[in-house]
């Protein structure tokens, strides 16, 4: 059998073509001794191939002689996902790591707390150099490595999860839910990527198959704009103004989110958004006077609650009442920031924000939100920048204002902003045709980081496409 990589055009057929039709039979994994989705927790696998139908997630144990396989679009770059795999392998203690986007193909060892590239070929000579691949993590070699151990796997002292061999898609721990989740990008820092943030996200989710809606609570309607929605040249063809999220917030019986979203031509397949409008500002105070406007968007929320998978909520940079219905409405909290003294020194305003609206969530039985973390945002890409200083900064957000860091990092590259300043002209006419970084340059370096975030998101908050 022979595999050609011309054959894996997306994330699904390197799944299907190289690991499934060839890899794991090639390396003598019969279909008991393997499973696809697996989870433990808040990680998901892509596959788990095993010599024994035992697996214990027991972290003390010594590392177990089984592949974990993750599988990545041909246009991703391998090296954004080493950290991630790393997290995998030694949570679960697993001896071995694949990871191959069908062009590059690489063999990971643990060692410790750390990862050891094993092996790694061009997709193109996976073929020629099977035999070495399987001198490594075939499954006759990975069974005689077993029996050699002093402690076989299936006598290990607590076995936790028992996969049955008969299912090929599992779930050990949690089930992977299908419920709406919502999630709010807030900093009370301005320039700081929410709006970024907000709209490559959403695209990345709604090319994995999720359905998302994109709700613009910022009276600066960057992500209205951003999302394609501003494409009209004078306030008369202003379509905006009588239509956007604040007849959403403010009436209580109308104005609902299917008769106020409207599809953004950004990205595709097509995101829904309810819109922004600069006339928010001077509408604050209408509804600062209504005290069932904070409490709107969670209503008609639950309206469409089988409408969407994922809801993204851009917000001001602002303590103001429209950050306030965001952090009530959410589920999940993302907080991007550039890592500079002003934005962390920022976090501190965060951190009370959220005790507040906790406070508030408390009174209408909704549990406090749940904070994914911090995303660092806007990251500069100077080596001995991230090498020195990044991770000190990431130390001192968790240190001092206990907010966990996410483990994607967003680098501060110029087609994320081109992105989004993209125009087209009709005639002398220039007309803003603002796309997501995987419309406009689906290789780049961000399009693999907002993938990688997108897959980390979507493992934490137990949704998978
Ligand atoms: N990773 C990045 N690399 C390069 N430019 C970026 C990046 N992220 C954001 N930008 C640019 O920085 C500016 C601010 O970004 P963005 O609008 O996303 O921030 P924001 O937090 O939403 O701002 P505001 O608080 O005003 O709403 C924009 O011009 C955007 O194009
Ligand atoms: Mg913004």
């Known amino acids: 059998m022979k595999f050609d990589p011309k054959l894996c055009r997306n994330e699904s057929e390197v799944e299907s073509k190289l690991i499934v039709q060839y890899l794991l039979p090639t390396l003598g994994y019969d279909a008991s001794k393997w499973h696809q989705e697996v989870a433990f927790g808040s990680i998901r696998l892509d596959f788990l191939a095993l010599t024994s139908p035992i697996f214990s997630s027991n972290r003390d144990s010594a590392p177990k002689t089984c592949v974990v396989i993750e599988a990545k679009h041909p ?93 090929k898609s599992i779930s050990l721990l949690t089930p992977a839910s299908k ?58 063809d202003d379509t905006l103004k009588d239509s956007n999220i604040y007849n959403v917030v403010f009436y209580p019986k109308s104005n609902y989110i299917p008769e106020i979203a409207l599809k953004g031509s950004f990205t595709y397949p097509e995101v829904d958004v309810i819109p922004a409008h600069i006339n928010l500002i001077w509408q604050e105070a209408n509804l600062i006077d209504k005290e069932s406007s904070k409490l709107q968007l969670v209503k008609k929320l639950e309206l469409v609650k089988d409408n969407y998978d994922l809801v993204l909520i851009d917000t001001p940079p602002s303590l103001n009442l429209y950050a306030k219905i965001a952090l009530i409405a959410c589920d999940y909290l993302i907080i991007p920031s550039d890592l500079k003294p002003f934005a962390n020194e920022g976090l501190r305003n965060v951190k009370n924000f959220i005790e507040e609206i906790d406070e508030f969530r408390g009174f209408i ?86 993938e990688e975030l997108a897959n980390e998101i979507l493992e934490k908050i137990g949704l998978r496409s």
């Open 75 to 167: 246009n991703q770059n391998l090296n954004f996902h080493v950290r991630r795999l790393t997290r995998y392998l030694t949570k679960l203690q697993v001896m071995y790591g694949v990871l191959t986007n069908g062009k590059d193909f690489r063999i990971y060892e643990l060692m410790g707390d750390r990862l050891d590239l094993t092996f790694q070929c061009q997709g193109s000579e996976i073929t020629d150099k099977i035999e070495k691949i399987s001198d490594i993590i075939g499954r006759a070699k990975l069974a005689g490595l077993e029996t050699n151990k002093s402690i076989p796997l299936i006598n290990l002292p607590i076995q936790v999860d028992v996969i049955d061999p008969a299912s």
């Open 365 to 450: 039985s909704r549990s406090p939100i749940n904070i994914l973390g911090v995303l660092p945002s806007k990251i500069l890409t100077n080596a001995n920048y991230i090498k020195a200083t990044l991770p000190k900064q990431e130390k001192v957000v968790q240190d001092r204002y206990g907010f966990p860091v996410l483990e994607t990092r967003i680098f501060q590259r110029e087609d994320l902003s081109r992105a989004i300043d993209n125009f087209v002209m009709e005639g002398d006419r220039q007309i803003p045709d603002p796309k997501s970084i995987f419309d406009f340059k689906p290789d780049s370096m961000s399009a693999a980081e907002f």
């Open 179 to 236: 419920i709406m989740k919502t999630i709010a990008i807030y900093h009370n820092k301005g320039g700081v990527g929410k709006t970024t943030t907000t709209i490559n996200l959403a695209a990345a989710m709604s090319r994995k198959g999720l359905k998302v809606l994109i709700i613009d609570l910022d009276s600066q309607a960057n992500t209205t704009y951003a999302a394609g929605l501003m494409k009209f040249d004078t306030e008369e």
